[in-house]
Nanobody
Framework: VQPVESGGGLVQPGGSLTLSCALS????????MYWYRQAPGKKREQVAR???????TYEEFVEGRFTISRDNAKNTVYLQMNSLKPENTAIYFC??????????????WGQGAQVAVSS
């Protein structure tokens, strides 16, 4: 099972970017999907989460600017990021947590996608 991120890049402040995470080796419907980020010199932190039932949660710093979504038919999860700020510069990671009978089990990490917000 391997999540593979794409869509990172350089964007100006106020711009938008959409990250994609394609899951290979298993069906996306079996996983709760996350986006995390790690800024230079900082710990990795959660950004957003989407359950199998499309329930979404976001960290406070998202401030309504990001949207996580999933397309089980395409085995892909997305993170739409709007009104980007320089402080959103980070490596963004996708994580797939296997759904078990008692909650969430083992998680699989992607390799990360670099997002740089700068003028």
């Amino acid at each position: 099972v391997q999540p593979v991120e794409s869509g990172g890049g350089l964007v100006q402040p106020g711009g938008s970017l959409t990250l994609s995470c394609a899951l290979s080796g298993s069906a996306l419907s079996l996983y709760v999907m996350y986006w995390y980020r790690q800024a230079p010199g900082k710990k990795r932190e959660q950004v957003a989460r989407v359950t199998r039932g499309d329930i979404t949660t976001y960290e406070e710093f998202v401030e309504g600017r990001f949207t996580i979504s999933r397309d089980n038919a395409k085995n892909t999860v997305y993170l739409q990021m709007n009104s980007l700020k320089p402080e959103n510069t980070a490596i963004y990671f996708c994580k797939a947590n296997r759904i078990t009978g008692v909650g969430e089990g083992f998680g699989y990490w992607g390799q990360g996608a670099q997002v740089a917000v700068s003028s």
